[in-house]
């Protein structure tokens, strides 16, 4: 067979030729035709009227020895359609049709494409069992089905649209002319309430970010829910520049500076609820990558109590952030909820008496009674000039968003040896790594070891979803990866979540927070005098009654608030 591509359209033809079926005439009109559009052999000899389709999918079955499907006869449910991305089912030919246990059953045009298969598996995250169906009927059905899914959305999108205000529709349009001709559709009444949508539903979802994503044949929006990125929806690929000109709009952003990144605020008014959305805009290849940080005040959970903290290290905070002065640090990497732990301290020491002010980068919510800064490098506000005016303005109690630099890090020491309760975080592993920062930093160990009280290391891990919340076993192998027996265990109950339609089928639904806290005793002081390694600072910690984040891990696998998965991914052994 050395005709042109595709050989396998060629094999087919002949073999419809043996069978009777079509003639060569036939099969050469189809493959003008098929030179013509670039479509496959079948879809033409069916388009032209050469054969009925059932046919072709007969002989496709006994040449493939493979299943064939009759999808007129078929009807798929529109959450087995969304599993696949419109654009990979237009571009491959492939249709969802049903889903049983971890196997997805697709409809091919080419049942042979290896690669389509895997780039499947890789999208799903489920093994794909290939079933073949005519080309012509799959074009007909992924046109008809993803159709009934931009109809849904079009629907959930008038639904959550309607309160769009037309001041806003007014100066988008004089803006939008100075733009580009893309971006003049700004707007557009779908435009608005997209972004309308986009926003209200990833707060009703509990998000904590929205990432809108150009690519070079689409755009991709997703959600970051409970710390895990997941795909929302491919809004028209015509309205990029309409979108991100809409967001730029909204947040008081320049639309027409599209070269450097940007950032701005967005407000806005969810019935009684007032919500910010941080905005932060990023040249890419395609456009401009936007992220929204959404800021729910209204989420805020500011009792420590309900943090999760175990008996003693609740205590051991509670004494610390209640002494007059001494430094008090929260560590941990990004997003893994210190400013909250922050507030929530701030708030628990918030009363009339006291003078509390706060230097963050940015300011991430506006708390009642407390006078919070922005730090502005490019002007020079940075947060060691914050906390010098700070020292100046008679507080009681700094809190500084970050310790970035020797500078910072010497004012705020120098605050909490002289009469001051500092706040602030580090990004560090745990709470002994902290203090080896700290001294490497250029900070002396006396230093180091006179002014802190107290240090937290948190984590952030999914909590089981309580809708569908089953029980599960673990093997020996699981058990060791935590660094514990299978002895350690008995009795206990291992939880997971199944996956339902509370938790989207994650099996999880919100966060509990994992903490390490070292409180410093006499002990700890005189051995961070001496250079102990943070090895001998962890072990003495672990001595006084400190839990280590992975202790505190497995306290909450015991409980059934998370899984041994979500512990072993967070923490390290300790």
């Known amino acids: 067979m050395s005709a042109p591509a595709p050989a396998a359209g060629d094999r087919l033809g002949d073999l419809l030729i043996k069978e009777g079926l079509i003639t060569k005439d036939q099969l050469e009109k189809a493959l003008q035709e098929q030179r013509a559009n670039g479509t496959r052999i079948g879809y033409n000899l069916v388009k032209l009227g050469f054969i009925q389709e059932t046919e072709i999918t007969k002989m496709l079955a006994r040449q493939f020895r493979m299943p064939a499907v009759d999808l007129s006869r078929f009807e798929v449910d529109p959450k087995i359609i969304k599993m696949v991305p419109a654009d990979i089912a237009l571009k491959h030919l492939v249709l969802p049709l049903k889903k049983e246990g971890r196997t997805l059953t697709v409809a091919m045009a080419d049942p042979t494409n290896l690669g389509v298969i895997d780039d499947l598996k890789f999208v799903t995250r489920f093994d794909i069992f290939p079933v073949i169906a005519g080309e012509y009927t799959l074009r007909m059905a992924i046109e008809k089905y993803y159709e009934q899914v931009d109809a849904q959305l079009d629907t959930l999108l008038k639904e959550m649209g309607e309160d769009a205000e037309s001041e806003e529709l007014e100066l988008v349009q004089e803006e939008a002319e100075a733009e580009q001709a893309g971006a003049a559709m700004a707007d557009d009444a779908p435009v608005v309430k997209l972004i309308n949508a986009i926003l209200t539903d990833a707060v009703k979802r509990g998000a904590s970010d929205i990432h809108v994503e150009p690519f070079e044949h689409e755009i991709r929006v997703r959600y970051r829910i409970d710390g895990a990125l997941s795909e929302v929806m491919k809004p028209p690929i015509k309205l990029k520049a309409a979108l991100t000109s809409r967001i730029k709009i909204l947040a008081a952003l320049n639309i027409a500076e599209r070269r450097v990144p940007q950032d701005g605020r967005i407000r806005l008014k969810m019935g009684k609820r007032v919500i910010d959305f941080r905005v932060s805009t990023l040249p890419v290849l395609f456009g401009e990558k936007i992220v929204m940080r959404i800021l729910d005040k209204g989420n805020l959970t500011l009792d420590l109590s309900k943090f999760g903290f175990e008996p003693k290290a609740e205590a051991d905070l509670m004494k610390a952030i209640l002494n007059p002065y001494g430094m008090v640090l929260v560590t941990g990497p990004t997003g893994s909820g210190k400013t909250t732990t922050l507030y929530s301290a701030l708030s628990r020491v918030n009363t009339i008496e006291v003078n509390i002010m706060t230097a963050e980068d940015p300011v991430e919510y506006n708390l009642m009674g407390i006078n919070q800064v922005a730090v502005r490098n490019e002007i020079g506000m940075t947060f060691a000039a914050a906390l010098k005016a700070f020292l100046r303005q008679d507080p009681n109690i700094i809190m500084v968003g970050e310790i970035r630099d020797i500078e910072t890090g010497s004012i705020a020491i120098k605050a909490a040896l002289t009469g001051h309760l500092v706040l602030s975080t580090l990004h560090t592993n745990d709470a002994p790594?902290?203090?080896?920062?700290?001294?490497?930093?250029?900070?002396?160990?006396?230093?180091?070891?006179?002014?802190?009280?107290?240090?937290?290391?948190?984590?952030?891990?999914?909590?089981?979803?309580?809708?569908?919340?089953?029980?599960?076993?673990?093997?020996?192998?699981?058990?060791?990866?935590?660094?514990?027996?299978?002895?350690?265990?008995e009795g206990v109950a291992f939880y997971k979540g199944k996956g339902c339609e509370t938790c989207a089928g994650s099996g999880y639904k919100g966060r509990a927070g994992l903490y390490e806290v070292m409180a410093f005793s006499q002990e700890l002081r005189r051995m961070i005098l001496r250079g102990a390694s943070t090895n001998e600072l962890q072990q003495q910690a672990v001595k006084d009654g400190m839990l280590t984040l992975r202790m505190d891990g497995i306290v909450k696998i015991k409980k059934g608030v998370t899984t041994l998965e979500e512990v072993v991914k967070e923490t390290a052994e300790g």
């Open 433 to 489: 790594s902290t203090i080896t920062r700290m001294i490497d930093m250029g900070i002396e160990p006396f230093n180091v070891s006179s002014a802190v009280n107290l240090i937290v290391a948190q984590r952030l891990v999914r909590r089981i979803c309580k809708d569908c919340k089953a029980e599960v076993k673990y093997s020996k192998d699981e058990l060791k990866a935590i660094g514990t027996t299978e002895k350690e265990w």
